[in-house]
């Protein structure tokens, strides 16, 4: 129960009030940094608007830098970032321009109708990793997100 759930209620609960949410994962290397191991979740400060466009949640560069602290104070890195829609989970165009992590390889997890199915809707989630500034891809096969008991 440290990771994901607490990551899910957070975003139901934004949902609740018709709000995209955001949470950010930190992680640990493990096996010679093969494996990135997700261990916290931390909330950033933010904003949720309504745009012409969209949803939308902003976080600012203060509280940007409160998260990278309290990750290095973890001896965590900030290794994955999961936020929710309304409707269906996919990258969008925002989402791939103005991400929380930058580290390379760090993992997006979208999760869809407001995180309001919790785990139930865990085959429509849409999990993707960063390439590069901008540029993400869908989690390829020899990529693998393991769900141990502990976390969900
Ligand atoms: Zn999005």
């Known amino acids: 129960m440290r990771v994901l759930q607490p990551t899910l209620d957070f975003l139901a609960e ?4 018709g709000h995209e949410g955001f949470v950010v994962w930190g992680a640990r290397l493990r096996d010679q940094g ?3 191991e ?3 979740p931390y909330v950033p400060h933010q904003t949720a608007h309504t745009t012409t466009k969209g949803l939308l949640v902003t976080v600012d560069g203060a509280a940007l830098d409160r998260m990278n602290r309290a990750f290095y104070a973890r001896g965590e890195i900030a290794a994955g970032q999961v936020h929710s829609h309304p409707t269906d989970a996919y990258h ?3 989402d791939d321009h103005f991400p929380l992590v ?3 390889g760090a993992i997006s997890l979208v999760v869809p109708d407001f995180a309001q199915h919790g785990l139930a809707s865990s085959d429509r989630w849409a999990w993707y990793r ?3 500034l ?3 891809e869908s989690l390829p096969p020899h990529v693998q997100v ?3 008991e502990e976390d969900a």
Do not use: D, M, N, V
């Open 34 to 36: 093969t494996t990135l």
């Open 102 to 104: 930058t580290l390379r």
């Open 134 to 136: 901008g540029e993400w």
């Open 146 to 148: 393991a769900i141990t």
């Open 130 to 132: 960063l390439l590069g």
């Open 92 to 94: 969008s165009e925002t």
């Open 14 to 17: 934004r949902g609740a009030q």
């Open 38 to 40: 997700f261990t916290s």
